[in-house]
């Protein structure tokens, strides 16, 4: 009931708000005519008498008058006829303007009570934050725990609940912030450190920056098993050019995942855009030298792929000659699947299992890194 006052009251404001000015426009511009018509017809009675009196000539006096009789007739005065059919148009104009300003809340009402909501209560703020969490939606569930913490900074285990779910919502800053703040109150912990680590590299646009590898490297001294830490370090080194060592790192990180992994996925994808990266660079994992990449920069595409030829053919020299060398291996299968040379590489994978028995812990490593590669022992 009290909604359907307060609607009234505010409609009842906002149509007298339109409607007066309507209303007092017409009878101010009615007087205002009338005042000025008034002075015209007292300047032609002067006129007269000056006439009779023989203070103005004639000629003039007629000019006078007929200029003062065209000023009159411009107000309409001079139209007696016209005069009732302006005033019923006037009051017409006025009419439907006022019918078309009540009709609005009138139509309005009728819409609302039939569409809306009259009856439900209102809901501040507050009373939101205060229903029960699991009606409430993600915005209100944040909403409550900030509103929590700004009264309560100290609480470190708010702080260590809300930094995940900023860092799901994308609001990275704040996700950092908050990870800070629940190492400070509730202490280091390897999930608080890799949060951190992610938060300050999605808000530095991806970027691993040297306080991101920092949170990273604390995560892998709690855990060093920590899977997201060691992606993001690898990363960190595909990022400064270090392609081989970022590869050799998702390499033994892929050793080492679960073949139920999640990151898995992730690993053989980053190990494949290093392998292009690579490539493109004039780089074969721990092939050529400084110099060797900058003597290629100046060589032409034909130059440049047989001297990384000449450098793959080198290492599988070496591998023939001491096969005992497991990362060796990888590499050398890697360097042929990026040159596109498909039976090579295959032969590379056949020969480092039969070096380490087709049994051993180092020939299912091959046989995984190789299917990361989208390669297999045979065809």
Not at 11 to 20: F, H, P, Q, R, Y
Request: aromatic share 6%; net charge negative.
């Amino acid at each position: 009931m009290l909604f359907w006052v307060i609607a009234a009251v505010l409609t009842l404001g906002a149509s007298l708000a339109v409607l007066l000015p309507l209303a007092g426009r017409s009878n101010g511009a009615s007087s205002s005519s009338e005042h000025d018509l008034e002075v015209y017809r007292d300047q032609l009675a002067e006129l007269d008498r000056d006439a009779a009196r023989g203070l103005i000539q004639p000629t003039e006096a007629e000019e006078a008058r007929a200029e003062i009789a065209r000023r009159i007739i411009r107000l309409g005065g001079g139209d007696t006829a016209a005069r009732p059919v302006a005033h019923r148009a006037s009051k017409t104009t006025r009419l439907v303007a006022a019918t078309a300003v009540l009709m609005v809340p009138v139509l309005s009402w009728g819409l609302y009570s039939k569409i809306g909501s009259p009856d439900l209560p209102s809901q501040p703020l507050s009373e939101r934050l205060a229903k029960n969490p699991a009606d409430s939606s993600v915005d209100e569930l944040v909403a409550r725990a900030e509103a929590h913490l700004a009264a309560n900074p100290s609480d470190g285990r708010g702080w260590d609940v809300l930094a995940p779910i900023y860092l799901r919502l994308q609001r990275f800053p704040e996700a950092a912030t908050a990870y800070r703040n629940a190492i400070r109150l509730d202490g280091d912990s390897a999930v608080r450190q890799t949060g951190l680590g992610e938060a300050i590299a999605n808000a530095g646009g991806g970027i691993v920056s040297a306080d991101a590898q920092d949170a990273f490297e604390a995560a892998l001294k709690l855990d060093p098993a920590n899977p997201k830490a060691s992606f993001y370090l690898a990363m960190a080194l595909a990022q400064e050019g270090r392609y081989g060592e970022a590869t050799s790192a998702w390499q033994r990180m892929l050793a080492a995942l679960p073949q139920d992994s999640p990151w898995r996925g992730a690993v053989e994808q980053a190990l494949a855009e290093s392998a292009k990266r690579s490539v493109a660079s004039g780089q074969v994992e721990k092939g050529p030298t400084a110099g060797d990449v900058d003597a290629s920069s100046s060589m032409s595409p034909q130059d440049r792929e047989a001297m990384i030829n000449t450098m793959v053919a080198g290492l599988d020299e070496k591998l023939r000659q001491n096969p005992r060398d497991p990362e060796g291996w990888m590499r050398l299968v890697r360097s042929y699947v990026v040159l596109g040379k498909a039976d090579q590489a295959r032969d590379a994978l056949g020969r480092a299992i039969a070096v380490f028995g087709a049994d051993s812990d180092e020939a299912k490593k091959f046989t995984a890194f190789a299917a990361s590669l989208g390669l297999t022992a045979t065809e």
